[in-house]
């Protein structure tokens, strides 16, 4: 099939972005251009010749433009079939020119509804007509007519028509592509506005979800998985998907995985923090007055499994902190923080062993913890819930021991609380002087996990306090954190057997707090 000349345009975009320099490429190639409302003004503003789709069509713009491009003249040129003498043959009969080219971007209705006090009206009238009804005929017209959605496409399709008069239809095709992705999301957005206004303790009646395809990874968590990086339109303004990576080679799924945790455990903090993720869960974490020593200590919480880690910060890495990750017999597998500087680029570039392959991902600066929708898929649907993602009311936290804790011990227990939840279930840590001592991580008992957290921590269990993201069922977990020394306790309560693990703390003078509230991860 020889691909039509395209001798006319239908240019009308809300998005104007590069348009002025792709009309005047368009026009120097012999386009002949036609237009409405605000894109024609605009258009003629610069001297570019347009001519006005109303008329063409002799039927005026009406309805504070509701009603502009809806015309047979107008579609009837973007559809029909260049190699079909009855198309071709109506076409002549009813004076209708033929489009080749159409240019259209829809109205901004997803950023106005993000308006925090945008009115139910205002959204409505950017709910595009005419844009989408234009968009779907070019795309289904593709053999014969150019469909441009996106700024980013301009370049290529007037380099074709430059050079050859026309697109190839393997432009097209995958223009038409992007063109039904993008009405798609369109409409979605649209039904994920209105199921909102209508949803039933929350939750929208419909879930409408939509992401692009970012890249295609090497493998998935095995290397026989494919995998790919998807990325929602409407993201958090830090996060992994969208981060700028400075340094190292190609992410894996499991970097992907490790980096989002590494970044979550630290954005909840307001001093200097730094968090070591091994298999997706935190090995080593730890505050401080400077990023070098919170990156210190944090190391030395596992330094055995930090071998290989992947590191969160939620400060600017300078050079201090990139000295401490080049001091030898570390190996680091990636590391996000807000930015490096000049001279920690520098370092971990060029000094440690790992240097070459070492992922640094520079995300911006970090926003507190903000509430969200979590979800996990299930063959044959998806789970929904509000993320664990904010801090938990202090106020409603209890002593319940005859021990009361310490300055320094209510702080270990801050810590040890924001640690915790990021542990997979059933989880406890030991933790001390701000920093994560030892983490006991997913095993079926909970006494189980005490013990690999205790063996962690080592002699420095003494003194340490412990947390657990959910209630002890027996005093058994107490006894053996008696037994190591530790001195405080925090965790949900609320197990029928509290009395009893209440009097186990109170022998051995540990003070313990209630929080009223459980952090499961499963």
């Known amino acids: 099939m020889q691909s039509p000349p395209v001798r006319r345009a239908l240019v009308s975009v809300s998005d104007k972005t590069g348009l002025v320099d792709f009309a005047r490429g368009l026009t120097a190639a012999g386009v002949e251009i036609y237009s409405t409302g605000g894109t024609r003004k605009s258009l003629e503003s610069e001297g570019i010749p347009v001519r006005d789709v109303s008329q063409y069509t002799g039927f005026p713009e009406m309805m504070d433009g509701r009603l502009k491009t809806l015309h047979p003249k107008v579609f009837g040129g973007i559809l029909c079939r260049h190699d079909n003498p009855e198309d071709m043959k109506a076409l002549a009969e009813h004076g209708i020119l033929t489009f080749e080219l159409v240019v ?3 109205y901004p209705f997803e950023a106005t509804v993000a308006k925090a006090d945008v009115t139910r009206a205002e959204a409505i009238e950017k709910i595009d007509i005419g844009g989408p009804s234009l968009v779907r005929a070019a795309a289904k017209n593709h053999a014969f007519t150019t469909i441009a959605t996106n700024p980013s496409q301009y370049p290529e399709i007037l380099e074709q028509i430059r050079a050859h008069g026309c697109t190839t239809l393997e432009l097209r095709e995958r223009l038409a592509a992007e063109a039904f992705a993008h009405t798609a999301k ?7 506005y209105f199921a909102g206004q209508t949803a039933a303790e ?3 009646g419909t879930l409408n979800l939509a992401y692009t395809r970012k890249a295609v990874l090497r493998y ?14 409407k993201a ?3 996060n992994v998907v969208s981060a700028a990576q400075l340094h190292g080679k190609e992410l894996s799924y499991n970097n992907l995985l490790d980096l989002e945790s590494a970044l979550e455990i630290v954005r909840s ?9 091994k298999h997706n869960n935190p090995c080593g974490a730890a505050v401080a007055e400077s990023l070098a020593v919170a990156t210190r200590n944090a190391l030395a919480g596992d330094p055995v499994s930090a071998f290989g880690s992947v590191l969160g910060m939620n400060r600017v890495v300078e050079r201090e902190t990139a000295e401490v990750l080049s001091e030898p017999g570390l190996f680091i597998e990636a590391i996000v923080a807000p930015d490096f500087d000049r001279e920690a680029l520098d370092i971990l570039t060029t000094r440690p062993k790992w240097k070459a392959n070492v992922r640094l991902m520079k995300v911006g600066p970090l926003d507190p913890p903000q509430a969200a929708l979590a979800y996990r898929f299930l063959d044959g649907g998806v789970l929904v819930q509000d993320a664990d993602t904010l801090p938990d009311p202090e106020d409603q936290w209890k002593v319940v021991t005859e021990a009361q804790p310490s300055q320094e011990q209510w702080a270990d227990l801050r810590f040890a609380w924001a640690i915790v939840r990021h542990v997979k279930s059933n989880a406890i840590v030991l933790c001390k ?3 994560l001592l030892g983490a006991g991580a997913g095993q ?15 002699d420095r269990a003494a003194g340490a306090v412990m947390g657990s993201d959910a209630f002890f069922p027996f005093p058994d977990s107490i006894q053996r954190a008696a037994a190591a020394g530790v001195s405080a306790v925090i965790q949900p309560g609320g197990s029928v057997k509290d009395d009893e693990v209440i009097a186990e703390c109170n022998r051995h003078r540990i003070a313990m707090i209630f929080t009223g509230r459980r952090h499961f991860k499963h």
Do not use: C, W
């Open 104 to 106: 259209v971007n829809l």
């Open 186 to 192: 369109y409409d979605r957005a649209i039904a994920a």
């Open 202 to 204: 929350g939750f929208p």
């Open 220 to 233: 998935g968590e095995n290397p026989h998985q494919r995998a790919a990086l998807y990325a929602e339109a």
């Open 236 to 238: 958090p303004s830090a």
């Open 269 to 277: 903090f307001q001093q200097p923090a730094v968090s070591v993720i």
């Open 433 to 435: 002087g701000g920093m």
């Open 444 to 458: 079926m008992s909970r006494v189980d996990s005490t013990e690999i957290a205790i063996r962690k921590a080592g």
